[in-house]
């Protein structure tokens, strides 16, 4: 299935390759794991119609560099997006994040001195104590699994995937998934960017959600069974004037089990602008 990410910056850590799409106000979406932009393959083109939208791949994931070595915890993720936002030169831009680039967004945001215009949580990795199930394992036993005969290897991934759509994936798009991770350096890159993924990296920040200023919506699948509904409860309660809402019927990834809900939500949460440049949250 075809996904291009034509544009390419240089990190101190490889190369985050990036695109670009349509006209208007910027907005960047930042997707987690074990996914890549591939993710926003139907969201981008649709908000491409009234936004300028940008998605990349994680340095470690996607089409991005994936080598040994790397830095790839969440600090390291966030001081990579606060680069992006400058080569960019994006001063205040939406920003819409899933899974962990939840974490990523709200490091960058509260730790590395970047502004939004507005944020969308959903399905995100935000803080409290979310370093469990599978996720625990992998870092526990990295070392093991990442010596999985690649049969098993990729079955574990491709049920991991399984396991965060309500609804399935249509024909072709787990395959996508998968390929990054498949072969002895997709195995390795795996359980690499997995075991370097740490809770205490949002517990860092915390205390400083309830200081967030920005316009915040939190969307959440009500079938979502790697972050259950009581994630979305444990963050819409620390940022208490930010907007929650559900979408029945789906799981963690949106993107897959609702697309046309999530867009709704996203166009309906942006700020409109008048002729004079401020938000309608600006007055």
């Known amino acids: 299935m075809s996904w291009t990410l034509g544009e390419e910056f240089e990190t101190p850590e490889g190369v985050v390759r990036w695109g670009v799409m349509g006209s208007g106000d910027p907005v960047v979406l930042v997707h987690g794991t074990p996914y890549s932009s591939f993710l926003w393959r139907d969201i981008a083109p649709a908000l491409a119609r009234t936004r300028t939208v940008f998605v990349f791949d994680h340095l470690g994931f996607g089409r991005s560099d994936r080598r040994e070595g790397q830095d790839l915890g969440l600090v390291a993720h966030g001081r990579n997006f606060a680069r992006l936002l400058d080569h960019w030169e994006l001063s205040r831009p939406s920003v819409v994040a899933h899974d962990i680039g939840g974490a990523v967004a709200l490091r960058t945001l509260l730790s590395e001195g970047r502004d939004y215009r507005d944020l969308t949580l959903f399905d995100a990795v935000s803080g409290g104590e979310?370093?469990?199930?599978?996720?625990?394992?992998?870092?526990?036993?990295?070392?093991?699994?990442?010596?999985?005969?690649?049969?098993?290897?990729?079955?574990?991934?491709?049920?991991?995937?399984?396991?965060?759509?309500?609804?399935?994936?249509?024909?072709?798009?787990?395959?996508?998934?998968?390929?990054?991770?498949?072969?002895?350096?997709?195995?390795?890159?795996?359980?690499?960017?997995?075991?370097?993924?740490?809770?205490?990296?949002?517990?860092?920040?915390?205390?400083?959600?309830?200081?967030?200023?920005?316009?915040?919506?939190?969307?959440?699948?009500?079938?979502?069974?790697?972050?259950?509904?009581?994630?979305?409860?444990?963050?819409?309660?620390?940022?208490?004037?930010?907007?929650?809402?559900?979408?029945?019927?789906?799981?963690?990834?949106?993107?897959?089990?609702?697309?046309?809900?999530?867009?709704?939500?996203?166009?309906?949460?942006?700020?409109?602008?008048?002729?004079?440049?401020?938000?309608?949250?600006?007055?």
């Open 130 to 283: 979310w370093e469990r199930g599978l996720f625990r394992l992998i870092l526990e036993h990295a070392d093991v699994l990442g010596q999985l005969p690649d049969y098993a290897h990729e079955a574990l991934v491709a049920s991991h995937m399984r396991h965060a759509t309500h609804v399935g994936f249509r024909p072709g798009v787990l395959d996508a998934f998968l390929e990054p991770w498949r072969g002895p350096a997709g195995q390795a890159a795996f359980y690499r960017q997995y075991r370097q993924i740490r809770q205490a990296d949002t517990a860092e920040y915390e205390h400083l959600l309830g200081g967030i200023s920005i316009p915040v919506r939190i969307v959440w699948g009500r079938e979502d069974r790697i972050l259950p509904p009581e994630y979305a409860e444990w963050l819409h309660a620390r940022i208490p004037h930010a907007e929650l809402h559900w979408i029945e019927g789906a799981g963690h990834l949106l993107q897959e089990d609702a697309p046309g809900q999530l867009v709704s939500h996203l166009i309906a949460g942006f700020p409109r602008t008048d002729q004079e440049g401020r938000t309608d949250q600006e007055g």
